[in-house]
C-alpha cells in the first residue's frame, strides 16, 4: 500500500512539473500575441544613410516599455543588407509612439522594412477594457 501512494505522488508530481514547464514555457509573447504594431516612410536617402520615421501603435491593453525596432535595407531576393536598430522608448496602452531611423546606405538595397526587435511589457499597472 506504501508503494502505490508514493508510486501515484510521483506521476502527480511529474505531471504537475510538465504542467509548470508547459505553462511557463508557453507564457512569452509570439507574434501572433504580440499587440504591436508599426507604420514607417522613407524621409530622406543619402550618400551614408538613408532616413526612416514612423510610429510604434500598442493595441493592447497594458503599457510596453524599452521597445526597439529593427529597421533593415532589404534587396530584390529579400536578404538584409544593413540595419539600424533605434530605440523607441515606451508605448502606452492603446496609444503610439513615433520614432526615427537611420540606416547605412548600401548598393543594391531597394526597399526598407522595421519590424519590433524587442519590448517588455509594463508590469505593477492594472487596466480593465
Do not use: W
Not at 501572433?32 to 538613408?50: E, N
Not at 491593453?61 to 536578404?79: F, H, L, M, P, R
Amino acid at each position: 500500500m506504501v508503494r502505490s501512494v508514493f508510486r501515484a505522488i510521483g506521476r502527480r508530481g511529474l505531471l504537475f512539473s510538465v504542467v509548470i514547464s508547459l505553462a511557463v514555457v508557453g507564457s512569452g509573447p509570439t507574434a501572433a500575441q504580440t499587440p504591436l504594431r508599426v507604420t514607417h516612410s522613407v524621409d530622406k536617402t543619402g550618400p551614408t544613410h538613408t532616413e526612416l520615421s514612423g510610429s510604434v501603435f500598442n493595441d493592447g491593453t497594458v503599457d510596453v516599455i524599452d521597445v526597439y525596432v529593427n529597421a533593415a535595407a532589404i534587396d530584390g531576393s529579400g536578404k538584409v543588407l544593413a540595419q539600424g536598430i533605434p530605440y523607441v522608448g515606451s508605448v502606452p496602452a492603446r496609444g503610439s509612439t513615433p520614432f526615427k531611423a537611420r540606416v547605412p546606405s548600401v548598393p543594391g538595397a531597394t526597399s526598407y522594412r522595421v519590424r519590433i526587435n524587442s519590448f517588455r511589457f509594463q508590469m505593477g499597472r492594472t487596466e480593465s477594457p
